[in-house]
Nanobody
Framework: QVQFVESGGGLVQPGGSLRLSCAAS????????MGWYRQAPGKEREWVAR???????LYVASVKGRWTISRHNVNNTVYLQMNSLKSEDTAVYYC?????????WGQGTQVTVSS
């Protein structure tokens, strides 16, 4: 089992930016594809960005061009730089392996985009 601790969320105005961080436990982090996921109120959790073990990113259409996922394998950390935030980005954000492992979900970090 791997533990993930997300941080960096907060309240931001539309058009603003946030950088989320996800710290992972365990020594095998570098071999995992990693993903960022979000769950808005009343909706199912969805993935928004993922990055392969070698650093190749992939995004859902709604965030492509606005956000950047990256990873630092030495520090066992994955990041999500979110620019041009919109109200519809409001959600709790989680990281996990990609595809996710059900037992490894952390607490997430709340992102609220509002004026």
């Amino acid at each position: 089992q791997v533990q993930f601790v997300e941080s960096g969320g907060g309240l931001v105005q539309p058009g603003g930016s946030l950088r989320l961080s996800c710290a992972a436990s365990g020594s095998a982090f570098s071999i995992y594809a990693m993903g960022w996921y979000r769950q808005a109120p009343g909706k199912e959790r969805e993935w928004v960005a993922r990055i392969s073990s070698s650093g190749t990113p992939l995004y859902v259409a709604s965030v492509k061009g606005r956000w950047t996922i990256s990873r630092h394998n030495v520090n066992n950390t994955v990041y999500l730089q979110m620019n041009s935030l919109k109200s519809e980005d409001t959600a709790v954000y989680y990281c996990n392996r990609f595809p996710p492992v059900a037992t490894d979900w952390g607490q997430g970090t709340q992102v609220t985009v509002s004026s």
